[in-house]
């Protein structure tokens, strides 16, 4: 079993739409999550992190964590077509390194 | 913004040769660097975790004597490709922490990347 798994897609939404991602994480012990958007050749760039259980707002995202089921999404409300990238989940680890999902890739179609 | 820089941003070498690719922390002291490679339409893999004054701890699978790593500041990691060959050709991320402001997360910031070109 991968450590942090996320769907490949790709994802498409209509803009304005909700665009929800979703990310599971098989260390019960972890704390720290992140999501990250990646455009092609270009490096991750760190959207939010959350650590506590329910919802965290930021702008037109929120990021939602469930630590009893292991799972962790980013909802990206009134989708817009420069949100097309990857996004990447990853969990921060006791040493301090984070380990990366596979990431979803988002079309948001105009 | 930025809380570290990689130089070169994007590298081509011959085979055989060897590279190296700098990653500084901006604004801050950093014991902890780490080092992440990315294939293309892949994910990120941590690669290795460099320690100020110390050996770095390499992932399983990563060749320590082809990945040369020197943390010889605290603001400075070098990551070294030596002989690199074509299948070392991939996207060379890095991130630093900042072990005094530990809540600024500074280890989930990355900097531009170097892209490595092995012809």
């Known amino acids: 079993q991968k450590e942090v798994e996320q769907n490949s897609g790709p994802l498409s939404v209509p803009e304005g739409a909700i665009a929800s991602l979703n990310c599971t994480y098989s260390?019960?012990?972890?704390?720290?999550f992140f999501w990250y958007r990646q455009y092609s050749g270009k490096s991750p760039e760190l959207i939010m992190f959350?650590?506590?259980?329910g919802d965290k707002e930021d702008g037109r995202f929120t990021a939602q964590l469930n630590k009893a089921s292991q799972y962790v999404s980013l909802l990206i409300r009134d989708s817009q077509p420069s949100d097309s990238a990857t996004y990447l989940c990853?969990?921060?680890?006791?040493?301090?390194?984070?380990?990366f999902g596979s990431g979803t890739r988002l079309l948001v179609r105009p | 913004g930025a809380v570290v820089s990689q130089h070169p941003s994007r590298v081509i070498c011959k085979s055989g040769t060897s590279v190296k690719i700098e990653c500084r922390s901006l604004?801050?002291?950093?014991?902890?660097m780490f080092w992440y490679r990315q294939f293309p339409k892949q994910s990120l893999m941590l690669m290795a975790t460099?320690?100020?004054?110390?050996?770095?701890?390499?992932e399983q699978g990563v060749e320590k004597d082809k990945f040369l790593i020197n943390h010889a500041s605290l603001t400075l990691s070098t990551l070294t490709v030596t002989s690199a060959h074509p299948e070392d050709s991939s996207f060379y991320i890095c991130?630093?922490?900042?072990?005094?402001?530990?809540?600024?997360?500074?280890?989930?910031?990355f900097g531009q990347g170097t892209r490595l070109t092995v012809v």
């Open positions: 991130s630093a922490r900042d072990e005094v402001y530990s809540s600024r997360n500074t280890e989930a910031f």
């Open positions: 604004d801050f002291q950093a014991t902890t």
């Open positions: 959350i650590y506590s259980n």
């Open positions: 990853a969990v921060k680890m006791s040493s301090y390194k984070l380990i």
């Open positions: 260390d019960r012990g972890s704390q720290s």
């Open positions: 460099s320690n100020e004054g110390s050996k770095a701890t390499y």
